[in-house]
T-cell receptor, first 113, second 110 residues
Framework: DQQVKQNSPSLSVQEGRISILNCDYT??????FLWYKKYPAEGPTFLIS?????DKNEDGRFTVFLNKSAKHLSLHIVPSQPGDSAVYFC????????????FGTGTRLTVIP | DAGITQSPRHKVTETGTPVTLRCHQT?????MYWYRQDPGHGLRLIHY???????DKGEVSDGYSVSRSKTEDFLLTLESATSSQTSVYFC?????????FGPGTRLLVL
């Protein structure tokens, strides 16, 4: 049973525009959330995280928003660049640094030049 | 990039044969993990280690065993490989909050 869901398998965005990737979760005990980016034939690369005490975390072009009441988080990339084309995974755990990360199935982002 | 290597990077084996995958880190991190990635499932935790000789099961541990005799090495063993274990296997390490992943091993069980 998938506790973390990414319902959009793919997303295409024009270069320079905003990319919004969404993630929903079912376990109300999740307390820490992460986004990873993955290029083909490489391992996932950590992008940004947020703990449940915040509703927003920003790092350069990347911002993650958390809505705990809706059990929903999103990753915004502004402006989108062709190098951002990759698969993005959302992950969650019951506490910061917990050993068991639960991953979504990923969203493939294509940024069109 | 975190200093994580995985070997082999690709392997083809036959059903019923034993297979061992190796993860090596140069970061001296306490925690090490093995995940598998399959279409429609994302990444799922197989086993993890919280120190030398200290390991525990993850979400999908059946058919797998692990060993950690040194801080830097974490081995994943498929005692008798099955076709359902065809997957991409990722090792990860953590010194605290965030897990960092290796490049992966693509395993095909025929």
């Amino acid at each position: 049973d998938q506790q973390v869901k990414q319902n959009s398998p793919s997303l295409s965005v024009q270069e320079g525009r905003i990319s919004i990737l969404n993630c929903d979760y079912t376990n109300s005990m999740f307390d820490y959330f992460l986004w990873y980016k993955k290029y083909p034939a490489e391992g996932p690369t950590f992008l940004i995280s947020i703990s449940s005490i915040k509703d927003k975390n920003e790092d350069g072009r990347f911002t993650v928003f958390l809505n705990k009441s809706a059990k929903h988080l999103s990753l915004h990339i502004v402006p989108s660049q062709p190098g951002d084309s990759a698969v993005y995974f959302c992950a969650a755990s019951v506490q910061t640094g917990a050993n068991n990360l639960f991953f979504g199935t990923g969203t493939r982002l294509t940024v069109i030049p | 990039d975190a200093g994580i290597t995985q070997s082999p990077r690709h392997k083809v084996t036959e059903t019923g044969t034993p297979v061992t995958l190796r993860c090596h880190q140069t970061e001296n991190h306490r925690y090490m993990y093995w995940y598998r990635q399959d279409p429609g499932h994302g990444l799922r935790l197989i086993h993890y280690s919280y120190g030398v000789k200290d390991t525990d099961k993850g979400e999908v541990s059946d058919g797998y065993s692990v060993s950690r005799s040194k801080t830097e090495d974490f081995l994943l063993t498929l005692e008798s490989a099955t076709s359902s274990q065809t997957s991409v296997y990722f090792c990860a390490i953590s010194g605290g909050e965030t897990q960092y992943f290796g490049p992966g091993t693509r395993l095909l069980v025929l």
